[in-house]
């Protein structure tokens, strides 16, 4: 096998499809896939809807970037149509040009548009799913194309085994796979570079990632607020930016945490406060995956984390290297386990020495050996397919 994948891959030319670089966990993942690969002497093409003004993931240099410049071109009925058409059209000439031999949708709309415009070619397509589906926002438009585009697709693949069974009961016919995301030893930086503030001998527990209220910040607070008194010397940083931040720091205000629940804003340096934390939390309501989880465990912190449908609970041993919080979204629950591991120096200090272990359970080179096993798998279909 692997004889064979080292002989098939040695020209091979992998298009990645996504709608922007422009934040956000799939987009991460496809900066460093296409890395990887461009490393490894592929021959990468990342193709987005919007240019690259606003890229927080910087590509490498050998990754060739297209722009299908019709982000901005949407709406409902005819003209929601007419646009997606043009897309797909657009799509489809840069795959001719381009001949690759696999096509990557990165999340639903792109994954769609993947198969649609590839639909004839000689070119396997790899749809992926980066959020759980029923956490989705999406028209039944989108919906009824991803059932309808999905089994078309040569492999399906999904962060986790949760969201790998939602598909496989929605959406029959979809031939799945489930790849997690890697976790990247020692983090990378970029900008911006924003160093924590000084500790003072005061310790910390730390969120991270956009503030919107799916992440449920505003619940992490209240039950930050049931404990803080218990524990003076503890301080909350939620690290990120979003359309919730007026109403985030309204409540922190109103709950008298104003100098003790900071909002630092987004930072490139993430891997800095981890390190200057003590406990990790995550309280998402949904979540695909977590690439946070993964990197705080991987800096060697405890975690507490709600047990989403997907997610958490296929990174977090439970009593190992962290806690997962029942029910999901539940204040008195999440203010329990803070309790706890505020309390408890010993305990929180020895599932923080085997969280560290996500270095290896999600590196990128297991990963990594699973993508190739569904490029291997998906150009087999691809080609059985054609004959």
């Known amino acids: 096998m692997a004889n064979r994948s080292q002989e098939r891959d040695v020209s091979l030319r992998v298009m990645i499809v996504i709608h922007s670089l422009r934040g956000g966990g799939a987009e991460r993942v496809a900066a460093d896939l296409s890395r ?120 399906v693949v999904a962060l986790t085994s949760g969201t790998a069974r939602w598909l496989d009961k929605h959406v029959p016919g979809a031939h799945l796979d489930v790849i997690p995301n890697p976790v990247h030893w020692p983090l990378a930086q970029s900008e911006p570079h924003v160093p924590p503030p000084p500790r003072n001998g005061r310790r910390r527990a730390l969120a991270v990632g956009r503030l919107h209220p799916d992440k449920g910040f505003e619940t992490l607070v209240t039950a930050f607020n049931r404990v803080a008194a218990a524990h003076p010397e503890w301080d909350l940083i939620i690290l990120g930016e979003g359309a919730e931040r007026a109403r985030l720091t309204a409540h922190i205000a109103a709950a008298g945490l104003s100098e003790r629940v900071l909002l630092p804003g987004r930072v490139g340096n993430v891997g800095d406060w981890y390190g200057a934390a003590d406990l990790y939390v995550l309280s998402s309501r949904f979540e695909g995956l977590s690439n946070t989880l993964l990197e705080s465990m991987a800096s060697g912190l405890a975690a507490a984390a709600f047990d989403c449908d997907t997610g958490p609970r296929e990174i977090v041993r439970e009593g190992v290297d962290g806690v997962l919080v029942r029910p999901n979204g539940d204040v008195n629950a999440m203010a329990q ?19 560290i272990e996500v270095r290896e359970r999600f590196s990128p080179e297991h990963v990594l050996s699973r993508w190739q096993k569904v490029f291997d798998d998906a150009r087999d279909q691809a080609a059985s397919r054609a004959s």
């Open 36 to 155: 990887h690969w461009a490393d490894a002497g592929r021959t990468v093409m990342v193709v987005t809807q919007t240019d690259d003004h606003g890229d927080v993931y910087p590509l490498h240099p050998d990754v060739q970037r297209e722009t299908l410049t019709l982000a901005g071109v949407t709406g409902g009925g005819w003209r929601g149509i007419t646009a997606n058409f043009k897309r797909v059209r657009a799509l489809r000439r840069l795959m001719v040009s381009f001949k690759p031999d696999v096509v990557l949708g990165m999340m639903t709309t792109a994954s769609v548009l993947s198969v649609l415009a590839a639909r004839g070619l000689p070119c396997a397509v790899v749809a992926t799913e980066h959020t759980h589906p029923p956490s989705q926002r999406i028209s039944g438009m989108w919906r009824r194309l991803r059932r309808w585009t999905y089994p078309r697709a040569d492999r």
């Open 337 to 355: 386990a803070l309790d706890a591991l505020m309390a408890d120096d010993a305990h929180r200090e020895a599932l923080g020495a085997r969280a």
